[in-house]
């Protein structure tokens, strides 16, 4: 995947998310990553009393939602219209779930923008990262935020690496993409929309739109019907 595929309108349909203008306040995705909590704080202040529970300090929940009594809230979090929120989820704190998302059983969002419809139902860590329309997570699949020597992360793009100066960044996930179960994205992925990624996977790299990963140099690209 090139720079020039990065950037938001070629990753995300921004009418599916609460967030829309960061998005266009941004070029690339991870730059709004240090933006969220304050996005929230803004946005969530002028959220329509009659639609939402204002809890807490800063923390915003549509009426629809039925909240567990095992699921733990941070600071600085939306929760849209008819999302799940399962039993022992974590959502740590500065994050917006987009409406209709599943935030499943022992699952753990912190600092994480997910659109409408996004699917995080079992055992998965999401790390600063941004899910896109309708995307997937399968059981066990995580976000991974920080590297292990702890300095900042690149993107590494086919044109060359580009410096985020973020210490903390999981992973970009486009519209559509489904992530296999037990995968890792390491910090710094890239998934285009419509991608796929095979189970148990590790992934270290950008993948383009509508393409399958199935391990490290082997990346094929959908057929039309696959797509």
Known sequence: MKKEDMKNQDLFDT????AKLLFEQTTYPWEILPKISEFIVSLGERLPKGEYVHVGKAVWIHKSINLPPTACLGENVII???AQIRHCAFLRGNVIIGEGAVI???SEIKNSILFDGVQVPHFNY??????GYKSHMGASSIASNVKTDKSTVSVHAEDGNIDTELKKFGAIIGDYAEIGCGA????????????NIYPLSCVRTCVD???????QGEVIEKNITEA
């Open 184 to 195: 890792v994205l390491n910090p710094g992925t890239v998934i285009g929309p419509k991608s």
């Open 15 to 18: 009418n599916h998310t609460i």
């Open 209 to 215: 739109a509508n393409s399958i990963y199935k391990n």
């Open 80 to 82: 849209g219209k008819g």
């Open 104 to 106: 499943g059983n022992s």
């Open 126 to 131: 999401v790390g600063d990262s941004i899910l």
